[in-house]
Every structure is written in structure tokens, then in C-alpha cells.
């Protein structure tokens, strides 16, 4: 029997060594493998990420391709000769409002605002420079300055009124910085130093980010006259028919009257009936004549921002104000609905009410309004029978709403109409007579 051999701690600690480098090597094997595992999951889920997005794309693609609208000139296209929605019963698509019985307020077709605006306008034909130089400058006033502009005591282009005069309204924002706020409370005949900075974005980069210093000469500030009988007389404005401006404003208020009146009435038949079921057909066909009026439209836009060196959006969507082509086709066929909507609800009335049209004589109309025999012809060729009878269907339901509801008293009449015409023109001329002696 052989004597065992003994191991010494050398080939121990060797053997150790040479244990611990081999577990050490299963272990980094084991880790690689590990990573490479983790590497290829990693890859695949990526490569699946990105297959999914584009899957996504693809599918968004594939579904606007199939939602996107083709634009149609058609404008007859779903109508008969004689206007109406080709094979739609519209009494039974659509619960009427009650246009027999509309219940209508002076608040709902006031004339007030108008009328106040026209007469704010005529005066302002006949303001004028008031040099007093006890009137003060306050906010919102029009005030006739001069002034001469400098940089570092040197004058810049553009700077200099070159004594011309120039109109300024306080608080209007025309001018840079807070030059406007500073001429408030100076009077007639001040000068006044006015200290700006000029916007860094300026567009002028010779002024732009720089401090201004403005001499200003403070003019006059412009008051309108009273309006009262005095000024209507001596401005020529009284007739046999207005005396006073009492009767100036009623004049005013009659031409008005019936805009608004017809403007409710439209507006009110539209939002008080209910659509039970849309014509498909004639939806899809009036969201194709739309988009074909959006793309004119943003044509027409895009060639006169070119002629002006703009840069014109080429997207139909950015002009109608959606976000992108799906917020647009949603819009558009919300569009078309409210046109259909409106459509239906003036058949319907016309329908109900008995209601005919003459084409015939429509057209002698056109023809005659515009001064050209081939008027109604080219409109027909242009725009199909259908939608020039569409069209008499909408204003003969608006005529009948209108005598309806009208009130004689507040109806212009084509003398008092004839009239106000006379007076207007009178008062531009005057008007011009006044500008052309001033300069």
C-alpha cells in the first residue's frame, strides 16, 4: 500500500487560486450570457417599439387617406333644378321651430349701438384742431405733435416730423416705449422731452436696444362737435324730412331695422330646430364644396401674402385655425352639417308655407343689379340651376319672415332710404371740401 502523499500549503494556496480563477471565470461567462440575453430582449423590445410606431403611423395614414375629403366645385351637386335636397323628406328629418309664433324684443334687433356708431363717425368727419392751451392731454385723446428724435444728440432717419404735423391718440400704443403716456397732461403749444428705448427686436437695427431722446412740440388736441340741430344745419343735414336730430337718428335707425330684424330671424329658426336625421349624401357633397371654398380661400390668401414677401402656410388647416388635417376634416364635417341644418330648415319652411319661386324673374334681377345681361347665365354655368334656386328658396323664406314681423313704423321708406343716401353722400363731400382746404 502506497504512503499517501502528503499536499503542502503552497499547492493548497495554488489550488485555491486556481479554484477561485475558474469561479471566477463561470461567473463572468454566466454574466456576459446574462447581458447578451438582456441585450437581444432590449433590441427586440426596441425594434418592437418602433414597429408599433410606425404600425400607428401607418394606421393614422391609412385612416386619414380614408376620412380625407375631395374637394368638389359642384355646388348643384345633390340638389334638383328647383333647389331642394335630392331625396330627403325634410319634414320628417327635421323638427321645425316655430316660426309662426317668434317671440321677438327691441333688445333682440335694437339698432342702437349702430346708430351711435354712425353718428360717432360723422362727427369725427368734422373734428378739429383745438390750439386752447388751457385743455389738458389725457388718455385716449387725439393730439396733432411735432417732434424731432435723437440718439447720443444726433438725429436718426425717421425721426423728424419735419414740422408736417402728426395725428397721435393717446394710449393707442403707435408709438414706441411709453412716448404717449409721457404727453399726458401737457396743453397746446408745450414742448415737451420725451425719453424712450427702442425694442431690442426693433426693425430698424440702427435704433433697435438703443435710448432716444424726442423734442415735441405739442400742437393741439382734436375735439368733435356737439352734435345737435346747430351742427346738423350748418353741415348741411336738415331736410323736409329731418328737422332735428331727433328725427336724424330715427332715419338712421329705420335703415338698420330691417338687417336686423332678418339677421334674428335667420338666426333664430336655424337654432331653434332640431335635425332627427342628416342626408349623408348631401353632407359629404357640402363638406366637398367646402374644403374646395377653404382651398381657394387659402390660395388667394397665400399668393397676396406672397406678392407682400410673406411667407404663406401651404396647409388649408392653418388657415381655418385647426391644429392638423384631423382637426380640420372633424371641423369641416361639423361645418357641413351646420349648412346642411340651415338648408333643410329653410325648405322646410318653404315647403309649409307654400312658398314659390320665379327663376326666371330672380335672374332679370341679377342681370339688372349688376348691369350685365349675361349675369344669371354665367352664375348658372358657374354655380348649376340648383344652387342659384337654393339660394331664391333662402331669401323668398326671409322675405315672407320679414313682412311677417316686421314693424311699419320702423321700416325705412324709399323716400326716407332715397334720402339718407343724399344726406351721406352730402356729408363725404363736405367733408372732402374741408380736408382740401386745410392743405
Known amino acids: 500500500m502506497a504512503k499517501d502523499k502528503k499536499t503542502t500549503a503552497a499547492e493548497i494556496t495554488d489550488i485555491s487560486k486556481s479554484k477561485a480563477k475558474r469561479e471566477e471565470r463561470r461567473k463572468e461567462i454566466a454574466k456576459n450570457k446574462r447581458n447578451r440575453m438582456i441585450s437581444r430582449v432590449a433590441s427586440f423590445a426596441i425594434l418592437g417599439f418602433i414597429a408599433g410606431v410606425i404600425i400607428v403611423m401607418a394606421g393614422k395614414q391609412l385612416y386619414l387617406a380614408a376620412i380625407r375629403t375631395t374637394p ?43 346708430v351711435q356708431k354712425d353718428i360717432d363717425d360723422l362727427l369725427k368727419e368734422y373734428k378739429e384742431v383745438n390750439y386752447d392751451v388751457s385743455l389738458e392731454v389725457a388718455d385716449g385723446d387725439e393730439v396733432n405733435i411735432d417732434y424731432v428724435g435723437t ?55 440702427a435704433v433697435a436696444g438703443k435710448d432716444a431722446v424726442f423734442a415735441v412740440t405739442v400742437n393741439g388736441i382734436y375735439q368733435l362737435p356737439a352734435f345737435d340741430d346747430a351742427f346738423l344745419e350748418k353741415n348741411g343735414l336738415l331736410t323736409e324730412q329731418i328737422t332735428n336730430t331727433d328725427e336724424y337718428r330715427a332715419s338712421i335707425a329705420k335703415n338698420y331695422y330691417e338687417d336686423n330684424l332678418r339677421n334674428f330671424l335667420s338666426t333664430y329658426i336655424v337654432e331653434n330646430s332640431t335635425v332627427n336625421s342628416y342626408p349623408k349624401n348631401y353632407v359629404k357633397i357640402t363638406k366637398a364644396t367646402t374644403k374646395a371654398n377653404d382651398e381657394a380661400m387659402a390660395n388667394y390668401y397665400s399668393q397676396m401674402f406672397s406678392s407682400s414677401g410673406m411667407q404663406a402656410s401651404t396647409n388649408v388647416w392653418d388657415m381655418t385655425g385647426d391644429e392638423n388635417e384631423f382637426a380640420y376634416e372633424k371641423s369641416l364635417s361639423e361645418r357641413a352639417q351646420d349648412t346642411v341644418k340651415e338648408a333643410m330648415v329653410y325648405q322646410a319652411i318653404f315647403e309649409k308655407a307654400g312658398l314659390t319661386i320665379d327663376m326666371d324673374a330672380a335672374k332679370a334681377e341679377l342681370n339688372a343689379s349688376s ?64 380736408e382740401t382746404t386745410a392743405e
Not at 104 to 114: F, G
Request: proline share 3%; aromatic share 8%; charged share 30%.
Open 371 to 434: 348691369g350685365d345681361e349675361t349675369y344669371a347665365a354665367s352664375m348658372v354655368e358657374n354655380y348649376g340651376e340648383g344652387y342659384l334656386a337654393q339660394n331664391e328658396i333662402h331669401d323668398t323664406v326671409l322675405d315672407y319672415l320679414v313682412d311677417r314681423y316686421k314693424d311699419p313704423d320702423k321700416m325705412p321708406s324709399e323716400e326716407t332710404a332715397a334720402e339718407t343716401v343724399t344726406e351721406t353722400e352730402a356729408a363725404a363731400e363736405t367733408s372732402t371740401e374741408t
Open 72 to 114: 368638389s366645385t359642384d355646388m348643384s351637386a345633390g340638389l334638383t333644378a328647383d333647389g331642394k335636397i335630392e331625396g330627403v323628406n325634410v319634414a320628417d328629418a327635421l323638427t321645425l321651430a316655430d316660426y309662426e309664433n317668434i317671440p321677438i324684443t327691441d333688445e333682440d334687433i335694437s339698432t342702437d349701438e349702430q
Open 151 to 205: 440718439i447720443d444728440g444726433v438725429e436718426f432717419e425717421g425721426g423728424n416730423s419735419n414740422n408736417a404735423g402728426y395725428d397721435l391718440t393717446i394710449g393707442s400704443g403707435s408709438f414706441v416705449d411709453d412716448f404717449e403716456q409721457q404727453l399726458i397732461g401737457s396743453h397746446p403749444g408745450d414742448n415737451v422731452t420725451v425719453e424712450v428705448t427702442f425694442p431690442d427686436d426693433y426693425g430698424d437695427d
